[in-house]
């Protein structure tokens, strides 16, 4: 078979495999987007972990219209409310997830369900929202964990585009949007050099290729900042150019940039970067952000954590150092949350909660913990007005469980989003009720 007849043989089959995988998808998925919210609720008994303020042990919040309207022991009911008995049970915002593929990639493996970048190294008018799938099945799976909340976030090129921020239900992308877009992500190129034997490219020609890549980043921006000004006060021939246009908010403060950085050569050159062009950015990965936490402090540089759950950095390093880089962090003084790692992960966004759980167990605060999937990534998003912790007026997005979300065997037993509750079943649990009753049956 010829080099063409095989590209078109292994295209075929990817759209075969796609077509067999979405088959099966709408077949096994039943789950439909909850309806607004009719009634007051109210849940009664349960104790409820504001974040943001001490615990209420037997404890009652109430919600109406999507927000929460009482909080406290001695929250009154209003009348006509559905109240929801929640002794023994336990109250938390709902899990944000701030550095997800969802919606965006389906199967990693297919290339046909897999939307995620585009060709191109600079792509600041990209929009991740024009690519969610609302009927992706990794959604509801991430919900059963308590993932209610989540950043969408285009991936390729340098200046890869604008993420979205995504409640996790809904008919719609813009259904499900709480901001879009939400932020802007620039990923700094790689700096390590492969002087190995067998290096694919020779020393020289690596060097070349990061010049080339922080080159790019520094004349895109300048560029920008150019048309920024001129746009202030256009002229009669002025053009307008979508992709400056994009990044239009991030010089007037708008829109924040998140710089995709994980090594220490990373950090230090995008730091350096920021300062130079007078940009403040959010740092995302941050293997190595520990190591310059006081220069992160002193600048007031927040940092999305990867997962806990991750190799040593350096093969010298300590073998907990991705573990306890968040209470290093913390310790500093400096910002951060924790979350995925993106593409790759795609399968894994529901586990944010265990990777804080992780960092609590070594050295973490167990409080700074939740507050580093809650409270924290919202206020990195600028959305701790509406999410990340349970008070008067904030949005009722949160889940009952019964322990701590944190923990393997704690159960999400119930969720809502704006208030509607949520169906929690998944493929997965459909395929585990499956096969329970092919054993019973035996």
């Known amino acids: 078979m010829s080099r063409v007849s095989n590209c078109r043989a292994s295209a075929a089959l990817q759209i075969l495999v796609a077509t067999l995988c979405f088959t099966a998808s709408v077949k096994a998925s039943d789950t439909i987007p909850a309806p607004p919210q009719a009634k007051p609720i109210a849940i009664k008994g349960a104790t409820i972990h504001p974040v943001s303020g001490p615990d209420i042990p037997s404890g009652t919040i109430v919600f109406e219209n999507g ?26 915002p709902g899990l944000i997830n701030a550095n997800t593929v969802l919606g965006l990639v389906e199967i990693g493996a297919v290339r046909a369900t897999v939307d995620v970048e585009e060709s191109g190294a600079i792509n600041p008018n990209v929009r991740s929202i024009t690519s969610v799938n609302p009927d992706s099945e990794l959604i509801p799976v991430a919900r059963s964990a308590g993932v209610l909340t989540a950043l969408s976030v285009p991936e390729g090129g340098i200046i890869s585009g604008q993420s979205a921020l995504l409640r996790l239900d809904g008919w719609t992308p813009e259904e499900m949007t709480v901001v879009s877009p939400a932020a802007m992500h620039l990923r700094w190129p790689n700096l390590t050099i492969d002087r190995r034997p067998r290096a694919r ?69 995008a730091l350096a970067w920021a300062k130079e062009m007078q940009l403040k950015i959010v740092l995302v990965g941050g293997d190595d952000a520990w190591r310059v936490a006081p220069q992160l402090k002193e600048s007031d540089t927040a940092v999305v954590l990867g997962p806990a759950t991750s190799l040593p ?77 349970l008070a008067v007026g904030k949005a009722a997005t949160l889940i009952v469980t019964n322990g701590d979300p944190l923990d393997f065997p704690t159960q999400v037993e119930a969720a809502f989003i704006d208030g509607r509750k949520i169906d929690l079943s998944n493929r997965q649990t459909r395929l585990r009720d499956k096969y329970r009753e092919k054993y019973r049956r035996k």
């Not at 927000?67 to 938390?92: F, M, R």
């Not at 924040?256 to 220490?264: E, G, I, M, Y």
Request: hydrophobic letters at 40%.
């Open 67 to 92: 927000k929460i309207t009482a909080i406290g022991a001695n929250a009154t009911i209003p009348s006509g409310a559905d109240v929801i008995e929640g002794t023994g049970k336990h109250i938390y």
């Open 201 to 269: 490219k020779s020393v020289k020609d690596q060097q070349k290729e990061i010049e080339k890549a922080q080159k790019q980043i520094r004349d895109a921006f300048l560029i920008a900042r150019s048309y920024w000004q001129a746009r202030k006060n256009p002229t009669p021939d002025f053009k307008s150019d979508l992709r400056w246009d994009a990044l239009m908010p991030v010089f007037d403060g708008k829109l924040p940039l998140f710089v995709h950085a994980s090594s220490l050569v990373q950090i230090q050159a």
């Open 313 to 389: 950095a350096h093969r010298d390093d300590d073998y907990d150092s991705a573990w306890n880089s968040a209470a290093k962090l913390q310790a500093a003084g400096v910002r951060f949350c924790i979350a995925s790692n993106g593409r790759g992960a795609e399968t894994n966004e529901r586990n944010v909660g265990y990777e804080a759980g992780l960092a609590a167990g070594y050295g973490l605060p167990k409080e700074e913990a939740l507050k580093a999937v809650t409270l924290y990534p919202a206020q990195i998003l600028g959305i701790a007005d509406r999410l990340g912790s």
